[in-house]
C-alpha cells in the first residue's frame, strides 16, 4: 500500500508543471597563496541565516524585501555548500590540511575557523553581499584568539541570471576565506 501511494505521489508531482531548476556554485578560486602558521584547520559548519540557508535562492530588493523562485534552487544544501567552499578555499590560499566538522583526522587540528554570517543576499542592484563575524581560534598555544567582523560584496551581472549568482556567493566565499586568512592567522 505504501509504494502504492509513493507511486502515485511522484506521478503528482511530475504531472505539476515543470521542474525547478538547480544551480551549483563553482569551486571558490582564490588569486593567491598565503603562508600562515598552522598545518592543519578545522571548519566548522558556517552558521548561515534563514534566508541563506534555504534551497530557493532569494534575491533582495531596493527596500530589503525577500522574492525568492521556487523554480530556482540551489543544487547543494546551502549550510553544507558554504561550509565546504570555506575548507576548499582555505586549503588552496594556506595549502594546510582543511578539514569541516566533524573532524576527520586522528591528530587534532592546529586552528579552528568559526564563520557566523548575518546576512547573505544577492541584491536586486547586481552585488551580492555578505555580513557576519569569523573568529580563529588555535589550539593551546600556538596563537591568540581572534574574532573578526566583515563586509564583503562582488558585482554579478544581473543579465545572466541564477548562474552569475552562484559563481557570486563562490567569488564571496573566496574573498571570506583570504580574509580568514589575513586578518585571523597572521
Not at 167 to 172: H, M
Request: hydrophobic share 45%.
Amino acid at each position: 500500500m505504501k509504494r502504492i501511494l509513493f507511486a502515485a505521489t511522484l506521478g503528482l508531482a511530475a504531472c505539476s508543471g515543470d521542474a525547478p531548476i538547480r544551480y551549483a556554485a563553482p569551486d571558490p578560486a582564490p588569486a593567491e597563496r598565503v603562508r600562515v602558521p598552522y598545518g592543519s584547520i578545522l571548519v566548522r559548519e558556517v552558521s548561515l541565516p534563514s534566508h541563506a540557508a534555504s534551497e530557493e535562492i532569494a534575491i533582495a530588493g531596493a527596500s530589503g524585501e525577500l522574492t525568492g523562485n521556487a523554480a530556482s534552487l540551489w543544487a547543494d544544501e546551502p549550510v553544507r555548500a558554504v561550509t565546504l567552499g570555506l575548507a576548499r578555499a582555505l586549503t588552496e590560499i594556506t595549502g594546510a590540511r582543511v578539514a569541516p566538522e566533524p573532524w576527520p583526522f586522528e591528530s587534532y587540528p592546529d586552528v579552528a575557523v568559526d564563520v557566523r554570517i548575518e546576512e547573505m543576499l544577492p541584491m536586486d542592484d547586481g552585488t551580492y553581499r555578505v555580513r557576519g563575524m569569523a573568529f580563529v581560534a588555535p589550539a593551546g598555544d600556538k596563537g591568540r584568539d581572534r574574532a573578526r567582523s566583515f563586509e564583503l560584496s562582488v558585482p554579478y551581472d544581473q543579465a545572466s541570471g541564477y548562474s552569475a549568482i552562484a559563481a557570486a556567493r563562490s567569488a564571496l566565499i573566496a574573498q571570506l576565506a583570504m580574509m580568514v586568512v589575513r586578518q585571523g592567522m597572521r
